[in-house]
């Protein structure tokens, strides 16, 4: 079967080829800087949640707003259980729009967040923030509300630990600021990039790693740091 290239003088190239170009060049998230507005999401009035503007990318596709998104309904608490809602930014290449929603999660004694669905050819989603809905609410709490929401703008990722990349690629490297460590993905988890601070026995690269302010009796392999 023949491979399939692009782009080429004097040759089409379709939405979906654009896409499978760009959304390898260009991670999904939100343009700007760890921690800055963009689509940072609050509580509305009533039951509902609202969107600050801003600028996001979702497989290889650009989306901006230079107003406040929504407001969008949220479904009151159920009588008896709590809910898991997700507010997302949704890419739909069938209807060439990008919006901003809630997707609803189930009621339960153990409530889960619903999942996103990802497609390199029609629906893809990010999300947010996570919505943790208790039973009988009937109107948005700020505490009801975490920031998921993933930055880009450079090579290199930063994050919250709740909102790290759902599926990153193997060894993506990133700033993750609710513990204040560089950390990246080794194919099954997040890995420190630089080892916990542990007890003296802690060995880093094959070497024994002291830290006290008296001087330690020498031995091989040992690496002694001085507080100050």
């Known amino acids: 079967m023949a491979i399939t290239a692009f782009p080429f003088d004097t040759q089409d190239t379709s939405e979906s080829d654009y896409s499978r170009l760009m959304g390898e060049a260009v991670d999904d998230g939100i343009v700007g800087s760890h921690g800055s507005t963009g689509f940072q999401v609050s509580a509305g ?31 009151n608490g159920d009588a008896s259980y709590g809910r898991v809602d997700l507010a997302i930014l949704r890419l739909d290449r ?16 153990t409530p889960t967040p619903p999942a996103l669905t990802q497609t390199d050819t029609g629906i ?12 009988g609410a009937g109107a948005m709490q ?15 990722g930063a994050w919250t630990t709740a909102g790290r990349p759902a599926n990153p ?16 993905h080794n194919g099954s988890g997040w890995v420190d990039l630089q080892p916990t601070t542990a007890p003296n026995a802690s060995k880093w690269n094959n070497y024994s790693l002291i830290v006290q302010s ?11 740091i001085q507080p100050l």
């Open 45 to 75: 009035s009533g039951m509902t949640v609202v969107a600050a503007a801003g600028t996001a990318a979702l497989r290889g596709f650009m989306g901006y707003s230079t107003d406040t998104e929504g407001p969008v309904a949220v479904a």
């Open 94 to 109: 069938a209807n060439n729009n990008m919006i901003f929603t809630v997707k609803p999660g189930t009621a339960s004694a």
């Open 124 to 135: 893809h989603e990010i999300a947010l923030a996570r919505l943790d809905i208790p039973s």
């Open 142 to 156: 700020a505490g009801y509300i975490t920031d998921l929401r993933q930055f880009i703008g450079s090579t290199i």
């Open 169 to 184: 690629r193997k060894y993506k490297l990133g700033f993750n600021a609710t513990l204040g460590k560089w950390e990246y």
């Open 214 to 224: 008296a001087q330690p009796a020498a031995a091989p392999n040992t690496i002694w």
